[in-house]
């Protein structure tokens, strides 16, 4: 079964400051997909960014970017410009279509970001 | 686009009670559409995943004849809470799958307190 690990529950950053949230993942596919959902206080759950496991490029959208590390299973978020807005739960997850389209979540990091 | 929306947002029922939770997809068809389950500062918990004109199938420890999902049509899932207890108290959270995008969309959520 696939596992998504994030190893740190709490982070914060100053604003204007970047920060890197970590997530890591077991599979032995080959072809799959790799998400980083927002969480903010009202709850409702945002895409940030995702990534296609057969394309090297690292995905990037605005001020986040990721760092697909495929052989490492390792799955990075990194915002940059970090603004109050970014202050939410961040959630890492993993999907196989062909294990019915399920999105396998990490534990999430609450990321603070202070003035 | 892609937007899934919830009804109730927020609701108090008696326990013992039953608990009706629609989840509807407003621009796009969604064949299929899962249900999540999260508590304070914790991780989305798959429930069921329910696929249009068929029986959900569920999560290994969720309890079907508790939790009764309806998906009748493309646009619409209801998750029924039957015989509420204070220990269904939690948010739960549906979203809508566009096979073409590889992609789930998430509905606001629904708070659900049981007295």
């Known amino acids: 079964a696939q596992t998504v690990t994030q190893s740190q529950p709490e982070m914060s950053v100053q604003e204007a400051e970047t920060v890197t949230l970590s997530c890591t993942y077991d599979t032995s596919e080959s072809n799959y997909y790799l998400f980083w959902y927002k969480q903010p206080p009202s709850r409702q759950m945002i895409l940030v960014i995702r990534q296609e496991a057969y394309k090297q490029q690292n995905a990037t959208e605005n001020r986040f970017s990721v760092n697909f590390q495929k052989a490492a299973k390792s799955f990075s978020l990194k915002i940059s410009d970090s603004q109050l807005g970014d202050t939410a739960m961040y959630f890492c997850?993993?999907?196989?279509?062909?294990?019915?389209?399920?999105?396998?979540f990490g534990a999430g990091t609450i990321l603070r970001v202070k003035s | 686009g892609a937007v899934v929306s919830q009804h109730p947002s927020r609701v108090i029922c008696k326990s013992g009670t039953s608990v009706k939770i629609e989840c509807r997809s407003l621009?796009?068809?969604?064949?299929?559409m899962f249900w999540y389950r999260q508590f304070p500062k914790q991780s989305l918990m798959l429930m069921a995943t329910?696929?249009?004109?068929?029986?959900?199938?569920?999560e290994q420890g969720v309890e079907k004849d508790k939790f009764l999902i309806n998906h009748a049509s493309l646009t619409l899932s209801t998750l029924t809470v039957t015989s509420a207890h204070p220990e269904d108290s939690s948010f739960y959270i549906c979203?809508?799958?566009?096979?073409?995008?590889?992609?789930?969309?998430f509905g606001p959520g629904t708070r659900l307190t049981v007295l």
């Open positions: 979203s809508g799958y566009i096979g073409g995008l590889n992609e789930q969309f």
């Open positions: 997850a993993f999907m196989k279509p062909e294990y019915g389209n399920k999105l396998v």
């Open positions: 621009d796009f068809q969604a064949t299929t």
């Open positions: 329910s696929n249009e004109g068929s029986k959900a199938t569920y």
